[in-house]
């Protein structure tokens, strides 16, 4: 970070619809920390530019309760907050165009947590979780643009859903012996929210609040299952077999969008595992 300043410095160049350029490029020079942004006194006990000193306190809380030999309940809500953290952001207000770093950035992320398990005997188990959670900050922190190929484009830093934000999760997972060859099944179910994407506009800017509720992905079905079979060959050695299956219902699970307001299949979702199975074994010893 405290390298940053030693960069080298940036280039903007804009391009009209012929493909000339609209003037001389924009020199953006790399500036550590501002006089009016705030510091913290953890580094240098007074608040001076480039004092940054990321910080966070999480707090977490669990209850379980067995209600029955079958049944055991589990609550856990965590809140966890940082700030302090390093961001940064293109000036252009003042005399020169600038890239700053400042320490005030912030995120946030809660979560309640219900889990319940089901044991049908010592192998067997069937495993339910819901999560509630939300994660929000700032989007221009510094790992993502500091390296050896900084990003390409600097937009404007903003406060929002964080990309990996999932308001709604259930997991659904667990192992059953079955009595037909001795054969065992291991089910798993995920049901989730889509991440949010932003929309961004022909200058490849933000369009509207970046990562919101309003821009997600559809939400995400996957029902998968596997079944193994143990083969003994000798006291010592065995052979385990197992044929696995992806996306059993087929759903649609969306990779990518496009987001770009000019596109004319704006807003349109595409890219999919379609369903799938795998034939594997291994060498038990």
């Known amino acids: 970070i405290y390298t940053f300043n030693h960069y080298p410095v940036r280039l903007v160049t804009d391009y009209g619809p012929d493909g000339a350029p609209l003037g001389p490029p924009a020199v953006y020079l790399n500036t550590i920390g501002s006089a009016t942004g705030p510091h913290s006194f953890f580094i240098h006990?007074?608040?001076?530019?480039?004092?940054?000193s990321p910080r966070g306190a999480t707090m977490n809380l669990q209850a379980e309760h067995r209600f029955s030999r079958l049944l055991r309940v589990r609550g856990v809500y965590t809140d966890s907050q940082s700030v302090g953290l390093v961001v940064f952001e293109a000036d252009t207000l003042g005399s020169t165009n600038e890239i700053v770093l400042n320490g005030n950035g912030k995120s946030r992320y809660q979560q309640l947590e219900i889990t319940g398990r089901v044991s049908l005997s010592k192998d067997q188990q069937l495993i339910v979780s819901y999560t509630h959670s939300r994660a929000r900050g700032n989007l221009n922190t510094y790992d993502s643009f500091l390296g050896n190929?900084?990003?390409?484009?600097?937009?404007?830093?903003?406060?929002?859903?964080?990309?990996?934000?999932?308001?709604?999760?259930?997991l659904v997972w667990g192992q059953v012996n079955s009595p037909v060859w001795g054969i065992q099944a291991l089910p798993a179910v995920e049901f989730r929210s889509g991440f949010p994407y932003a929309a961004l506009d022909q200058g490849q800017g933000?369009?509207?609040?970046?990562?919101?509720?309003?821009?997600?992905?559809?939400?995400?079905?996957?029902?998968?299952?596997?079944?193994?079979?143990l083969v003994r060959?000798?006291?010592?050695y065995g052979l385990r077999f197992s044929v696995t299956g992806f996306n059993l219902t087929n759903h649609f699970n969306?990779?990518?969008?496009?987001?770009?307001?000019?596109?004319?299949?704006y807003g349109v979702f595409f890219g999919n595992y379609h369903r799938r199975y795998r034939l594997d074994f291994d060498v038990v010893f």
């Not at 006990?45 to 940054?52: L, N, Y």
């Not at 969306?254 to 299949?265: G, I, K, S, Y």
Request: zero cysteines; aromatic letters at 12%; charged letters at 15%.
């Open 206 to 229: 933000y369009a509207g609040i970046p990562y919101s509720d309003a821009t997600r992905f559809p939400s995400f079905f996957s029902a998968d299952a596997r079944l193994v079979k």
């Open 149 to 170: 190929f900084p990003t390409a484009l600097v937009r404007n830093d903003v406060y929002s859903n964080l990309p990996a934000d999932v308001p709604n999760r259930l």
């Open 233 to 236: 060959v000798s006291a010592k």
């Open 45 to 52: 006990g007074q608040q001076i530019a480039g004092a940054f």
């Open 254 to 265: 969306a990779l990518a969008v496009h987001a770009n307001e000019a596109d004319p299949q």
